[in-house]
């Protein structure tokens, strides 16, 4: 069964940081490039972050580049996302995406970041 979870949200002030973390199980990891999505309350799913597969690179939407690094370790299988200088505009439900080739192949359930004072 495949799985992905994420962890880390929370509540935090604008400026602030946080470290998001996505745990995958159930297909090869190392041979996915994996992405972050992020979904504000009313509107779209918007692309953050993608990092490929075998040291292929590092990608980032305008709207973050900067202040998050997306990093991953395959012996362990788990996707980061590191976020620092934290806007009120980055509150949104946070998900990680599998892609094999184009697409999302798998989804996590995601979670929740609130950047508030």
């Known amino acids: 069964e495949v799985q992905l979870v994420e962890s880390g949200g929370g509540l935090v002030q604008p400026g602030g940081s946080l470290r998001l973390s996505c745990a995958a199980s159930?297909?090869?990891?190392?041979?996915?490039?994996m992405n972050w999505v992020r979904q504000a309350p009313g509107q779209g799913p918007e692309w953050v972050s993608l990092?490929?597969?075998?040291?292929?690179?590092?990608y980032y939407a305008d709207s973050v580049k900067g202040r998050f690094t997306n990093s991953r370790d395959d012996a362990k299988n788990t996707l980061y996302l590191q976020m620092n200088v934290l806007k009120p505009e980055d509150t949104a439900v946070y998900y990680c995406a599998a892609t094999y080739n184009t697409g999302y192949d798998y989804w996590g359930q995601g979670t929740q970041v609130t950047v508030s004072s």
């Open positions: 990092i490929a597969s075998g040291g292929g690179g590092t």
């Open positions: 159930g297909f090869p990891f190392g041979r996915y490039s």
